[in-house]
């Protein structure tokens, strides 16, 4: 299974966050110019993020981004499931598939996802930035 880039930059915005001093403020283009991403992919992941409760966004002159929950709150496996669209493993609508009334691959690839799920629900945004110090001289801006 391979994750969307949507969810790769959150997973990895979430982890930047997690490196930063509590309540230390980030911001868009930061994170941005990190990952060396564009910064309008960036509103649209770090919008998502604050959309669901994972990151706190606020306005003003001395505004910015920051974690809305502690990292240990945080469960991977239920970000990834929020944040991608086709957890499905295979889309056998739009492709017309003449095998759709006897396919068992589905079955067996929605299995698999839900493997995959299951395992990432074991860990914790807390367990990704473990190594917060081996993390952090990595995430400089480019």
Do not use: W
């Amino acid at each position: 299974m391979r994750l969307t880039a949507f969810t790769d930059f959150g997973l990895r915005t979430l982890m930047y966050l997690a490196s930063l001093e509590e309540e230390q403020l980030s911001s868009v283009s930061e994170v941005a110019s990190i990952y060396n991403v564009s910064q309008n992919h960036m509103v649209k992941v770090i919008g998502q993020l604050a959309k669901l409760g994972y990151v706190q966004t606020i306005r003003g002159k001395n505004g910015g981004i920051r974690l809305a929950m502690k990292p240990a709150d945080i469960n991977i496996g239920d970000v990834i499931a929020k944040m991608e669209n086709h957890l499905d493993g295979v889309d056998c609508i739009s492709t017309s598939c003449q095998l759709i009334p006897c396919c068992e691959l589905k079955h067996a690839l929605a299995e698999a996802m839900n493997a995959f799920l299951d395992t990432m629900r074991r860990y914790t945004l807390a367990d990704l930035v473990a190594n917060k110090s081996e993390l952090i001289p990595l995430m400089v801006a480019r």
